[in-house]
């Protein structure tokens, strides 16, 4: 039998494809007749929306129509709350969501108050600029504690303040600890992200059949059967009318969850009137303001340790910018607010967050989705605790681990997917000691860094732990059919933006089937293929999408090989499934091929007993009751110009365990594109605001990106500690590269500095922040 | 965005207080004014282009309003300007001193809040090219006055 291609790293099925650019993007979508369209967007971040004039831009020769928030109609309702937050007692959550187009007030640069539909996108933007907009500014929210003071602004002045939620989660005693400890580190730590980057923007194409009554939309989306299943509502058509098609997508991190974007609602509306196509492809620009990003936090923290540097408990109030609506709910301070409790065994914990309105574009989870604030707190209070108690760094880590025998974890509070936080499985120590010989810890420490520092170089070295809970509910589903040809065809709901969901899930189906991966056809995020799920988020399309597989398969592979027994005449569990045949072993019965199996699935007249279902076919779904945790170890080793604050990465090393692995690969390939993610967070990315709300660098002029030439070369250890909620034992992967890169990057770089003396308690740095930092520190 | 600077005129703060009140001499200094016209005493309205960065050739309509006017001496505006790729609100105020060698010295600041396009992509230039706008303009009124102040000689 051949080896099983799960564990193996099979090489990608789709890149024959990607690589000559056969595979369908959005905007590769060309339709007859089709109309392009652009979008008017507010100039002022805060104001009172006078009156929106269009008579020019209709006047204009290829302008097929303007629309404003009146034009809507009833259709101009706000979007909906995504995800209900979690049921924690005493929760304020205050939801606010925006309109299709903005009506009375807008709240952010970048927000939509009018739509072009042309002949070509030239004339659309043409006509955008014909667009007479009249706003009565207002003063801006855009600080966090600001926004909180009794005289400031509202952004939504139906409520009392900008207050867009409030949570307390508690665990323990924490006023007990701290007065049992030896020692209590309090600090305030400024975290902020950035935008998604994607190299493929939002994109939407929409066309409607009048003489079908169907609706087909191509999206970016990374959740098409959700965008169906609300457009159809809001609309008022049958699910089955409206087909979403998320074909290839460049790249998704998050924004492209977001539901409903004003311009995926806004298309097909029009398209049903026009009863023409319509595309519209975002620009970078755009990107910058109309696609979800993520940002600050302020967190005052504080840890209480015993002097052999034991965590008795933590105490962490924060802020958390929510842009100008959160439609995403609490998904991103529950994530900071449980993943600061990382691997560690923290018995006593409370944790009190206030998410913020301001005049900022909307905040949703982007790669990560909150989890490097909480990881950076945490980390940073253990670096200077260590610091403080004379421990070593990495032995202060090992002291408060979780041990194995301690799974599963009940962390006693509640998670995102409103399940209480707890761990699966999990073995930590062996992580960080792999990871600390790998980077080569104690050498480093005892000759390598005193070696260079003699020389006058500014050498460090950063090692930190993280958890990244991943694969929740509710669940995915599949279908995996035995075409007579022998081939496989798998369908799921979940979108693909470039993990290798089109590897993956044939490598599990393969195995079950005993086929060739390549045989195994994928198809992802058409609602036509496949009726039910969710979307691909917090890292769960290969635990939950791929244990549907995994089941389809296997109900299928039991069908086939009853199929077989009947028609070989021997017992199902005699025989063999592999190389696309079932055969029987120590008989010279040359046994039946799939595809002949298929074919008699397919019984004709007279074939045909009580019950039988056609087709060597199953579909299965599987919903985990929570998410399976992954957890790892980043270490670097940076040098760093003090003159310049130059940080140049010698070294970076990723030991991480998603539990069993499916294709090291794709998964080193996630990790590899994780920490990018992360350098740019730690060291490039800022997006600048002014005290009026406006992006001062929404362009790649201005906003930096890593390149090729900042990220080194990513050394990679797997572990493999099975997840118990799985029948393959995964976990996921997608975020664990930058989850924990801004708390290694400060580590590092402190270490580097050391004579310096400097503290880092801030993410993102630059080379002129750090500079700053360095003279800050050498003036007091 | 700040903007403060002191220019040194080579003649007389009347005469410079009657040039800055100009429209048809205010339209030439200026650079990229496609049309400025004096609506009312306190008040000029114009079109101007203006390039900065990637954002180039992007027309405003800027309305001037005047107040506080102490002539030959002070001078503060309201300045707005909108247009397609962004806005430029804010105020100034102009000073006029005779200067210690002769001349007009004028100190001007000026604090305007810079939104949309032009601030998103231009941010980096937006000082430099509003520097150098004042600049032309000044060096151009300053020819302009030497003339008249020949003429009138």
Sequence with gaps: MPPPSVGRPVLRNEDARLLTGRALFVDDVQLPGMLHVAFVRSIVAHGHLKGVDVTAACARPGVVAVYTADDLGAYATPGPVLVNPPPVPGHVFNARTQLPLARDKVRYVGEAVAMVVAESRYVAEDAVADVVVDIDPIDAVVDLEAALRPDAPLVHPDLASNVAAHVVQRKGHYAQARERADVVIKRRFHYDRGVAAAIENRAVVVEWDARAEELTIWDTTQAPIPIRNGLASMLGLLESQVRVVAPFVGGGFGPKIMMFYPEERLLPWAAMRLHRPLKWTEDRQENFYATTQERGQVHDAEMALSKDGRILGVHDVFLCDTGAYDPYGLTIPINSQCTLLGPYDIPNYESEFTSVFTNKPIVTPVRGAGRQHGVFVSERLLDIAAKQLGIDRVEIRKRNLLGPDQFPHNHEIMFQDSAPLVYDSGNYLPTLEQAADLIGYDAFRRDEQPRLRKQGRHVGLGIVCYVEGTGIGPYEGARVTVEPSGSVRVATGVGTQGQGHFTVLAQIVADALGVEVEDVRVVTGDTREFNWGTGTFASRGAVVAGSACHAAAMSVRAKALALASRALGVPADRLQLSGGRVTVPGSNNSGVTLGELAGKANPLRGAVTPGTEPGLESTAYFGPDRGSTASGVHAMIVEVDPETAAVEIKRYLVVHDCGAIINPLLVEGQIHGGVAHGIGNAFYESLVYDDQAQLLNASFMDYLLPTATDVPPIETAHRETPSPFNVLGLKGVGEAGCIPTGAVFAQAVEDALADVGLEIREIPLSPNRLWELIEERRRS | ?153
């Design chain 2, 1 to 153: 965005m700040t903007l403060t600077g002191t220019f040194v005129f080579a003649g007389p703060p009347t005469t410079v207080w009657t040039l800055l009140q100009d429209p048809a001499v205010l339209a030439k200094a200026l650079p990229g004014t496609k049309t400025l016209t004096k609506t009312a005493d306190d008040r000029f309205e114009g079109v101007m282009t203006v390039s900065i960065g990637p954002v180039t050739a992007a027309e405003f309509s800027v309305s001037v309003t005047l107040k506080d006017q102490a002539p030959p001496t002070y001078l503060a505006m309201l300045i707005d300007g909108k247009g397609g790729v962004g806005f430029v609100r804010g105020s100034a105020s102009v000073d006029l001193s005779v200067a210690a060698g002769g001349g007009t010295k004028m100190a001007y600041s000026s604090d305007v809040q810079v939104g949309g396009r032009i601030a998103a992509v231009g941010q980096r230039l937006i000082e430099s090219v509003a520097k150098m706008m004042m600049r032309q303009a000044l060096d151009a009124l300053n020819v302009e006055l030497q003339a008249r102040v020949k003429a009138g000689a």
